[in-house]
């Protein structure tokens, strides 16, 4: 049976490969919020062998609270207490062989397996958190906590699901079908990632605790500039392959 995220191709920026796919997640009740940044403030929390992107003179960084659905790697069927979870990530917008891509600083998770798994088999920098995520009156009560690094808002989506129009920086800042990861011997990996165009909507957010950038030595000012939620996504992975 067709993976749901196949179901759409056309809007991709290079085919998918033509090797089998290897995970599958489903990515639930999401907020994306971003702020602007110097590309000075980013640079040092990027390797040097991926270009850091910037849209309109900026670079960007942003805080993605969620919750995964359906997480195992193919062909196995979803394990109770292990297949979902609430993740919480902090990421930028990198480019690579002319694939633009995700890096994430730093990606937090309440499931202990998930966060060997992604450490080992994909170089990212994940860590152990505690973590809720509840719904009420159509707004999503999110926390998560660990040393050093809190989170907790309220938000909801506040218009109907529209798709961002390529050339906006909602689309660049949305639209990524890859991410780059470091492994511990210093080589850069890819995996290459599929779903279909997301489902955007606009949102309204109140963030009563954010520690989540100053824990990486950066800081901003104000609310985010750009808000989005989306209720969910159905996202295919590819094994890494190594790119420098």
Known sequence: MTHPAFAELSHRPWPVPERPWSWRQSWCDLLFAHWPLPVAALRPLVPPGLELQQFEGSAWIGVVPFRMEGVMRRPF???????????LNVRTYVEHQGRPGVWFLSLDATNPLAVWAARRYFHLPYHRAEMSLLEREGEILYRSQRQGAQF?????????DYRAARGTLEHWLTERYCLYAQAPDGCLWRNEVHHIPWPLQRAEAEIEQNSMLECHGLAV????????FSRRIDVVVWGGERVG
């Open 77 to 87: 069927p979803d394990l109770p207490w292990i297949s979902a979870f609430p993740e």
């Open 152 to 160: 907790r808002a309220r938000y909801r989506p506040t218009s109907e």
């Open 221 to 228: 000012s104000g609310p985010p500039a750009w808000l989005h």
